[in-house]
């Protein structure tokens, strides 16, 4: 039996959710353009995990990438981002709703 492939919200939370992952992204997201070189120093981690993460952040739909000679740039993609954010607005509606009928509840109870 074939497993399903996961929906778009899934793969963006999965390569999310690695706080060195997330460094990444959010260090690519911050830069025009920027090599695995570049994110590799300073970061306390090797350029093969880094290569790693961006690889996974690139599968999200997070990441695109250039190839210049030998090195490969990076760049966020923030329409990446669209299935979280849908998501997280869809449950928004949710949550405002309750607190509204919070607030109804509790202006009846004491006027």
Partial sequence: MTEAAP???TTVMRALADPTRRAVFERVFESKEISVAELTRGSGVTQGAISQHLKSLKQAGLV???????????????QG???????IDHYGVFWRERFQNLRDLLKEIDP
């Fill in 81 to 87: 981002l669209e299935p979280l954010v849908t998501w």
């Fill in 64 to 78: 695109a990438e250039r190839a210049e000679g030998r090195n490969v740039y990076y760049r966020a993609a923030p």
């Fill in 7 to 9: 929906n778009p919200v």
